[in-house]
């Protein structure tokens, strides 16, 4: 994109006033037409979209055409055909694709939660073919927002194009509460590596692992509903009964004056972190699946227990 310091100072000067214009006879969005209820833009993007409908009518690619097009997207960065447009226009007249990425990034930074922007990057990247900017660049955008939807959709598409795995755990160290984080790392961990195999040992340790590491976190908060579902997930994908991790749930329905007080400390099934808030919901949940799965009428009678006292409690507490 062309730079636009000029344009973000003092009164904008419309494409109507402008000499290098007048060649071009705008078309208005309601010409002919007596709407019943117009939208009322402001002057300046109302021009400005006035000529986009004309070069685009007329079929015209130019460097004036990125420099309009830049104008409509930074009034408006959900304009799709703006984006569209000028993304045809830069290959049309085989622009250098560096310069429009390092304004972009600008873009970015101040509209992250417009889809539009991101499909722009995408298209960019592909034809540029050097994903690994793009990482660090990710990265930075998620320190402004660590759970926004559309930078973990672009970074797992960054990942799967160019098969550039890496996962930066300090992200879910930063927040265990980020179901972002955990989607990525499903995502990248599970979703894109080998298909589970109990033969593989490859894919089995890998399984083993990510156990692990979401029983260290639920450890850590157990009331983290993103943490149990990621353990549920994992034994969904190794096809792995729920009943298998009964015996780590099962210290977490406890009230938390029980919690801890057996010296046996086993490094596959952690107990609760002192002063967790217990009995937990999430594992009185999970116990109810196993005994769901395992064909049982209902849920034991201690679970069951376990559950309504649970609720008397946080019905006391509101």
């Known amino acids: 994109m062309s730079s636009s310091t000029a344009e973000n100072t003092a009164e904008p000067v419309l494409y109507a006033e402008r000499s290098e214009w007048s060649d071009v006879v705008p078309?208005?969005?309601?010409?002919?037409?007596?709407?019943?209820?117009?939208?009322?833009?402001?002057?300046?993007?109302?021009?400005?979209?006035?000529?986009?409908?004309?070069?685009?009518?007329?079929?015209?690619?130019?460097s004036r055409v990125l420099q309009l097009t830049e104008t409509i997207i930074r009034l408006n960065p959900a304009h799709y055909s703006a984006w569209q447009y000028r993304y045809e226009t830069l290959i049309a007249i085989s622009a250098p694709l560096e310069p429009e990425l390092v304004l972009t990034n600008a873009l970015t930074k101040t509209s992250f939660k417009t889809y539009q922007v991101w499909h722009h990057r995408r298209l960019l990247l592909t034809a540029l073919r050097d994903p690994a900017p793009e990482l660090v660049f990710n990265e930075e955008v998620l320190k402004a927002d660590p759970k926004n939807y559309h930078t973990w959709s672009h970074r797992q598409w960054l990942l799967a194009h160019f098969d550039q795995a890496s996962y930066g755990p300090r992200l879910l160290a930063d927040d265990v509460r980020n179901n972002s984080a955990w989607h990525h790392r499903f995502f990248i961990t599970l979703e894109r590596g080998s298909k589970y195999d109990s033969s593989n040992e490859d894919?089995?340790?890998?399984?083993?692992?990510?156990?692990?590491?979401?029983?260290?976190?639920?450890?850590?908060?157990?009331?983290?509903?993103?943490?149990?579902?990621?353990?549920?997930?994992?034994?969904?994908?190794?096809?792995?009964?729920?009943?298998?991790?009964?015996?780590?749930?099962?210290?977490?329905?406890?009230?938390?004056?029980?919690?801890?007080?057996?010296?046996?400390?086993?490094?596959?099934?952690?107990?609760?972190?002192?002063?967790?808030?217990?009995?937990?919901?999430?594992?009185?949940?999970?116990?109810?699946?196993?005994?769901?799965?395992?064909?049982?009428?209902?849920?034991?009678?201690?679970?069951?227990?376990?559950?309504?006292?649970f609720r008397i409690r946080e019905a006391i507490k509101a």
């Open 27 to 62: 078309i208005a969005q309601y010409e002919n037409i007596q709407p019943l209820a117009p939208i009322f833009y402001s002057p300046e993007y109302k021009d400005a979209t006035d000529y986009f409908r004309a070069i685009v009518k007329a079929g015209e690619k130019s």
């Open 203 to 309: 894919t089995v340790e890998v399984a083993r692992r990510e156990l692990r590491f979401a029983k260290e976190k639920i450890a850590l908060a157990p009331n983290n509903a993103s943490a149990w579902n990621y353990l549920r997930g994992v034994l969904n994908h190794a096809r792995l009964s729920y009943s298998t991790q009964a015996a780590f749930a099962m210290q977490y329905i406890v009230d938390a004056a029980e919690a801890g007080t057996d010296d046996a400390f086993d490094l596959e099934n952690p107990p609760p972190s002192k002063g967790a808030d217990l009995p937990c919901a999430a594992a009185i949940e999970f116990m109810a699946d196993v005994h769901e799965a395992s064909g049982k009428e209902g849920i034991s009678k201690a679970v069951e227990v376990r559950y309504w006292e």
